[in-house]
């Protein structure tokens, strides 16, 4: 018994898994899809999303919870106490790269960022906030520009990435690169007077 009921709770695991996955792939590229849409993708048929997620509603709350679980899931493999600080933030913007769907989608849909989960500072962020602090110290990141900023410019650029792939049809490696390249070159400190610039 015990068995079949470890059996049971591992597809639902796996279902509920395979919902949300197919609903960011889905919403992402159209907003105003369908349940029904959703559940094709996921390979599963209308009432069974219903019984996971009675409502539309219910199904956008869980893509936002999740949403904020990868984005943490990738701070932790960014590994951000690792290296320079200009080094761990190259490896934190590749890591989010990789959630390019799921953060599109929260960039088109802010409402999926109202829930109180959003309004507080999460340790995701506060991890990025001390390393671009640690960047500071270094000499490695511009002391002009504050954290935040830096985070938002982070985001702001991952987008840009995401939307220039997906618009131009160009490959995801180019793509980042770009982003990479854009960042390093608006973080850099400035050049001392009688100094060479090292290129980035």
Not at 2 to 8: C, M, P, R, V
Not at 113 to 129: A, F, H, I, K, N
Not at 150 to 167: D, F, M, P, S
Request: net charge negative.
């Amino acid at each position: 018994m015990e068995g079949e009921q470890e059996a049971e709770t591992r597809t639902r695991t796996r279902t509920r898994r395979a919902i949300l996955d197919a609903a960011v792939a889905v919403l992402s590229k159209n907003s105003g899809a369908s349940l029904s849409d959703v559940a094709a993708a996921a390979g599963v048929g209308r009432t069974t999303i219903h019984r996971y997620y009675p409502e539309r509603s219910d199904l956008l709350a869980a893509i936002s919870r999740d949403s904020l679980d990868k984005i943490d899931t990738a701070t932790l493999r960014a590994r951000l106490d690792e290296g320079t600080a200009t080094e761990a933030l190259d490896r934190l913007c590749q890591e989010y790269f990789e959630l390019g769907e799921i953060l599109t989608l929260l960039f088109n849909e802010p409402a999926l960022m109202q829930g109180p989960e959003w309004e507080v500072e999460t340790e995701s962020d506060r991890t990025v906030l001390r390393l671009v602090e640690r960047g500071h110290a270094e000499g490695s990141i511009d002391p002009e520009m504050p954290p935040e900023w830096v985070q938002n410019l982070l985001w702001g650029l991952l987008y840009i990435a995401w939307e220039h792939a997906r618009a131009s049809g160009a490959p995801r490696h180019t793509a980042l690169a770009l982003c990479l390249r854009s960042l390093a070159k608006s973080i850099a400190p400035p050049a001392q007077p009688g100094s060479s610039r090292v290129r980035v």
